[in-house]
């Protein structure tokens, strides 16, 4: 008898261990012997190190060593790219040469008994530079065309011909959509633990990919990825800060095989907004035209954003706008702007959640100027196809978000009139957005292991920063194998067991949990046949031994044939003092058609916080920088504001439309975590300007901009 766990709200596997401290992050192991290293970082953007003076930090006490350029062993820095990384440019090699390539770059480590003394030492360093004018102001640079291979011509396409539709239209809109730098600020900061034994290297590290881990730190050092072991069985949170493998753990390793002692390293709050990327200013024109029965007739989308000047990070900025809404003529550009800065990285729902805020506050725009209430105007414009692929939709629920959303939050008792609806001295405005995310789905490994006792372990070297990996799994691995959830042991977070794709892109659960099903099916079938009984535990006695299974998956041809994407709507109320600025999010309603739910109760969780997240992206997070060298101004959490409890709505209603996708993957999953993001920024704004008038297109939007 089949025992269903897909689709059912099961807590946590892992939340007692979280909640009462049992579980160890990267910081928290501890090896005998541990030494502690210090980064000493940059205080220019731009030149070289004319001077170091290292002398009194290496008489401090607990000293072991001071590294800088002048004395690191040098490094093979091979080429690797994984998914993760910038196609074009090579990262930092981290004390390897005297160049200074952005503010707060790595340019010494000091190793000492305890981080106290580490980082008093470091305090002691002193340094001079030849200096060199930066660029670190995006208003004064001029934007380039990415570098692409010649086949890669997706950062400028045209479908018909947008500028002369956009001028011969009825009605116009035509503006410009700004986004300032955000911070990544999860709760855990960046640590790795390196040692060494011999040749082979073992690292605790907070990552999204233990694997990448390894295959870099490998490049970096010349070695066997195989001689390098990663582990990393929970990270408390990351939003892509955990993708790449950034330059302190390479200088975890590196001081680890000075010292010939583990060496922890671990980044400071202030140190994150310098060593694990960022989401990069953008600036966005969006220019709408359409006719007055609200049909559009063109679309010009063209957005660039800051990258670094060494590596060319390019994000999926563009993409919505050339298949979220029906539309024959349609130009997208998509640009960059070099800087002395360093590299921005992935943050949740990366280029889609930036693309979509300009695109849907241009569609709210000219929903007013052409008097149409904001779903009918989208409803007018719900393409049949894939009009950029000219591919069907494996599915698309967007009509029926839209429908359910609004019902639930009460749309059609909106009054359109700007500046019409209070609640006592308060302005009200209600605003709404769509949403789109990318199916994803990856080669993923999984291994399965029935025990003669009835229990089973499943192993996949995936990573778990919250969405609640190691439960879903678990959920996926019990249903296949016919066993209670608490039979059903998963494992994950090391380079020793079978390979997983990056966790990120929402591609998780369609690729590991595909992986799982499999290896599940494949234990169980073998398990059974071999016994001849008719379930796994009756199996396990009868043979009273150990039966195994791995599976490897990958993408089949269904994504030629088929556009794959997660579709939702986002409905928000906001309420603002018209004295003092003060915007409030009271309530948000969003619909999500994003394929099989496999935990309704994690993926409702998913998607709360990614309404927070959007709260913090609309009216909070805005990282400052000093246009004279690149130097973050609010570098801390006094000055980087990210909402709290008191900034969450009373309401925050999810509603998941039932959908059967035979097509994106085996289990029929689409990814909740990136999608439950996008849109929310943009409904936060257009309930703005419904409460007030007053249309804000540069983020975030803060009392000032009111009054």
């Not at 997706?154 to 809109?173: I, P």
């Not at 969405?467 to 194998?481: D, F, H, I, N, R």
């Not at 009868?542 to 044939?561: C, D, F, I, T």
Request: with cysteine; hydrophobic share 40%.
């Amino acid at each position: 008898m089949t025992i269903a766990f897909i689709g059912q709200p099961i807590s946590r596997i892992d939340g007692r261990q979280k909640v009462t401290g049992g579980a160890t992050y990267a910081a928290e192991f501890h090896l005998p012997g541990l030494a502690y290293g210090a980064i000493v970082r940059s205080t220019v953007a731009n030149g070289r190190i004319a001077s170091i003076d290292t002398a009194a930090a290496e008489e401090a006490p607990g000293v072991i060593a001071v590294l800088t350029h002048r004395n690191a062993p040098r490094l093979a820095y091979r080429a690797h790219r994984g998914f993760v990384d910038p196609d074009i440019g090579e990262r930092l090699h981290v004390l390897q040469h005297d160049r200074i390539n952005h503010q707060g770059q790595p340019i010494a480590l000091v190793i000492a008994e305890t981080l106290e003394q580490a980082n008093h030492a470091a305090t002691l360093m002193r340094v001079t530079y030849a200096l060199e004018a930066p660029t670190t102001d995006i208003t004064r640079v001029a934007p380039v065309a990415p570098t692409r291979k010649q086949s890669d011509q997706s950062s400028e396409t045209r479908r018909g011909d947008a500028e002369r539709a956009l001028s011969a239209s009825e009605v116009k809109v035509d503006q410009t959509y700004v986004i300032p730098r955000e911070n990544h600020n999860p709760i855990e900061m960046h640590a790795t633990i390196a040692n060494w034994d011999g040749d082979r290297l073992t690292m605790w590290d907070k990552t999204q990919w233990v694997h990448n881990t390894a295959d870099e730190i490998a490049a970096v050092f010349g070695m066997p990825a195989q001689n390098i072991r990663v582990i990393s069985p929970f990270v408390g949170g990351a939003f892509g800060s955990g993708l790449r493998t950034w330059p302190h753990v390479t200088l975890a390793a590196l001081g680890a095989r000075v010292a010939k002692r583990p060496v922890k390293v671990m980044l400071s709050r202030r140190e994150m907004y310098y060593g694990v990327g960022y989401r990069p200013h953008t600036v966005q024109r969006v220019a709408l035209g359409a006719s007055r029965d609200g049909r559009l007739a063109a679309i010009v989308h063209d957005g660039y954003q800051e990258t670094s000047t060494y590596e060319e990070y390019s994000e999926a900025l563009l993409n919505p706008s050339r298949f979220l809404h029906s539309c024959p003529n349609v130009y997208t550009r998509h640009r960059l702007a070099p800087m002395h800065v360093h590299t921005p990285t992935y943050m949740r729902a990366p280029g889609e959640v930036s693309g979509i805020f300009a695109l849907e506050s241009a569609v709210d725009e000219l929903a007013v100027a052409l008097n149409i209430d904001a779903v009918e105007l989208r409803l007018r414009n719900e393409p049949q196809q894939d009009e950029f692929k000219e591919l069907p939709f494996s599915s698309r629920a967007t009509r029926e978000c839209y429908r359910l959303a609004a019902e639930r939050f009460g749309w059609s008792r909106r009054i359109p009139k700007p500046r019409s609806m209070r609640d006592g001295r308060w302005l009200i405005g209600w605003g709404m957005a769509s949403a789109t995310y990318p199916m994803n789905y990856a080669p993923a490994s999984a291994k399965a292991r029935l025990l003669p006792d009835g229990t089973a372990e499943v192993m996949s070297a995936a990573s778990d920063m919250g969405p609640g990996t190691w439960t879903s799994m678990t959920q996926v691995a019990a249903e296949a194998l016919g066993l209670p959830i608490d039979r059903v042991k998963f494992t994950l977070g090391d380079t020793q067991l079978p390979k997983a794709p990056v966790h990120g892109g929402s591609l998780t659960m369609a690729s590991v949990g595909s992986a799982v099903q499999a290896a599940c099916h494949s234990a169980r079938k073998d398990a059974l046949a071999r016994s001849g009984a008719n379930d796994v535990t009756e199996a396990m006695r009868r043979l009273n031994q150990p039966v195994e299974a791995s599976a490897n998956v990958k993408p089949g041809k269904a994504s030629q044939r088929f556009s794959m994407h997660a579709f939702g709507a986002v409905f928000v109320e906001v309420a603002v003092d018209p004295d003092l600025g003060e915007t409030r999010v009271r309530r948000i309603a969003g619909a999500y058609g994003a394929g099989r739910i496999v935990n309704p109760k994690l993926a409702r969780s998913q998607c709360i916080g990614g309404m927070i997240g959007g709260i913090g992206m609309a009216l909070m997070e805005h990282s400052v920088v000093d246009a004279r060298n690149g130097r973050i101004a609010n570098a801390n959490f006094a000055e980087y504001a990210v909402p709290v409890h008191a900034d969450a709505p009373q309401v925050m209603d999810v509603i998941f439309v039932e959908e059967r996708d035979r097509h994106v993957n085996p289990l029929g999953v689409k990814g909740i975590g990136e999608i439950a993001m996008v849109g929310v920024a943009p409904a936060i704004t257009n309930a703005i300007f419904h409460a007030t008038g007053k249309r804000i297109r540069e983020l975030p939007v803060t009392p000032d901009k009111l009054l």
